[in-house]
C-alpha cells in the first residue's frame, strides 16, 4: 500500500501533466486559430494589392495595444527590388490633421488659444476673420473653399513656400456658405491651423509636433516629408498608368503643409493610438474634445470631430481618418470600446485602404467577438 508521502506525490505528478497536455492543447489551438484569422486578413489585402513584383503597403492590427498581426506586401524601392518591411515610412497625406488638431489643443491646455478663438485674432486680415472661430476650421464647417482643387495649384506645386504666402494663395476665394452651416472637407481650414500653431508657440510647425507629440509618443519614424533628406527605411511613391509603374510626382511639401505632409510607419501609428489610450499629451477632458461628433448651427451632426471622423462599423463607434498624397494612401480605424486598432499604408497611389482596413477591423472585431 502506498503511504501518504509517495500518493500524494503520484496525484501531483498526474495534475502537472494534465496540466501540461490542456497547456499545450490550448496553445496549439491559438496558434491554428491565429493563424487560420492571419490567412483570412492575408486573403483581404490580396484581394486588393494584386501586384506581389510592384509597391504595396502595410498593415498592422492590435487589440489591447497589443500587435496580433502585421505583415508588408510588395516593394518598397522598384528599381532595387526592396521589400517592403514593418519599419518602412510612407507618406500618409491627411492623417496629419490628426496630429495638427492634436497641437491645436495642446495649445488650449497651456492657456495660449481657445478653440472658440475667431480668426481675427491671429489672422486679422483674412476675410471674414472675425465669423470664422479654430472649431470651424477643426471641422471643416468654415466655408473657406479647399486651395487643393484650384485650378492654378500645379502653378506653385514645386514651389517653397511659406505658411503665410499658401494661405495668401487662397484667402480671396470666395466663401462656400457661412460659418457653421455647412460640413465641407477641405484642406485650406487646416493650413491655417498650421499657421496658428506657429504664431502661438513660437516654433516651426514641423519643430512643434516634433517636440511635443513625436519625442513625448515615441514616434522615432515620424517625420514632416522630404524628397530631399535622407529618411531611413523610405518606401519610394509610385503611380501606375497605362505603360506601368512611374515614379511618384515631384512636389514641395511646404504646399500639403500641416494638412498633409507627414511620413511614418504603422508602428509609430500604433504609438501614437497607445499615447491617445494612455492620455500620455492631454488629459481625458480635453482630448475627448478630438472625439465628439460635432453639429453645425441647425444641430444637425457632421460625424466629425477634431481630426477623426466618427462613424459605426458593425453597430459600434470608430474613430477613423485617411489619407491620399502623390504615390501613397493611408487608413486607420479604431474601435474604442473594443481597443481595436487596425492601420494600413500604401506606397501607389493606385492602391486603396479605405474599405481594406475597415473589412479587416470589421473581421477582426467578428473574431475576437468569438473567443
Request: with cysteine; charged share 20%; hydrophobic share 35%.
Amino acid at each position: 500500500m502506498l503511504n501518504m508521502t509517495t500518493a500524494y506525490s503520484f496525484c501531483l505528478k498526474r495534475l502537472t501533466l494534465l496540466l501540461l497536455i490542456y497547456i499545450g492543447i490550448t496553445a496549439g489551438y491559438n496558434t491554428l486559430k491565429a493563424q487560420a484569422n492571419n490567412q483570412t486578413i492575408d486573403s483581404f489585402i490580396q484581394q486588393v494589392i494584386t501586384d506581389g513584383l510592384g509597391p504595396g503597403g502595410s498593415f498592422l492590427v492590435a487589440h489591447n495595444n497589443q500587435i496580433i498581426y502585421q505583415k508588408s506586401f510588395g516593394l518598397a524601392n522598384l528599381e532595387w527590388k526592396i521589400a517592403l518591411t514593418d519599419q518602412s515610412v510612407f507618406q500618409i497625406g491627411s492623417m496629419t490633421k490628426q496630429f495638427t488638431a492634436f497641437a491645436i489643443l495642446m495649445l488650449e491646455k497651456e492657456g495660449k488659444l481657445s478653440t472658440s478663438d475667431t480668426l481675427f485674432q491671429y489672422l486679422p486680415d483674412f476675410p471674414r476673420s472675425k465669423t470664422i472661430t479654430l472649431h470651424h476650421l477643426l471641422t471643416h464647417s468654415s466655408g473657406i473653399r479647399d486651395y487643393s482643387r484650384k485650378k492654378d495649384l500645379n502653378d506653385i506645386a514645386q514651389k517653397e513656400m511659406s505658411a503665410v504666402e499658401l494661405i495668401d494663395f487662397f484667402k480671396h476665394e470666395e466663401p462656400l456658405f457661412l460659418p457653421g452651416e455647412k460640413y465641407e472637407y477641405n484642406n485650406s481650414g487646416y493650413i491655417i491651423l498650421g499657421r496658428i500653431i506657429e504664431l502661438v508657440s513660437g516654433l516651426q510647425y514641423h519643430e512643434f509636433i516634433e517636440q511635443h507629440i513625436f519625442k513625448k509618443a515615441g514616434m522615432a519614424s515620424t517625420y514632416f516629408a522630404s524628397d530631399k533628406n535622407i529618411i531611413p527605411h523610405r518606401a519610394y511613391g509610385y503611380h501606375k498608368k497605362e505603360q506601368g509603374y512611374v515614379n511618384k510626382r515631384q512636389i514641395s511639401y511646404t504646399i500639403p503643409f500641416s494638412a498633409g505632409s507627414l511620413m511614418s510607419t504603422v508602428s509609430d501609428l500604433l504609438r501614437w493610438q497607445q499615447a491617445l489610450n494612455q492620455y500620455t499629451l492631454l488629459p481625458p477632458e480635453i482630448q475627448a474634445k478630438a472625439f465628439v461628433s460635432h453639429t453645425l448651427r441647425n444641430g444637425e451632426a457632421i460625424n466629425y470631430g477634431y481630426g477623426w471622423h466618427i462613424k459605426k462599423l458593425e453597430g459600434l463607434e470608430v474613430r477613423e481618418h485617411g489619407g491620399s498624397i502623390f504615390g501613397y494612401k493611408s487608413m486607420a480605424v479604431y474601435y474604442p470600446s473594443e481597443n481595436i486598432y487596425v492601420v494600413g499604408l500604401t506606397n501607389c497611389d493606385c492602391w486603396s485602404p479605405t474599405q481594406l482596413v475597415r473589412d479587416v477591423a470589421a473581421y477582426t472585431y467578428r473574431a475576437l467577438q468569438k473567443e
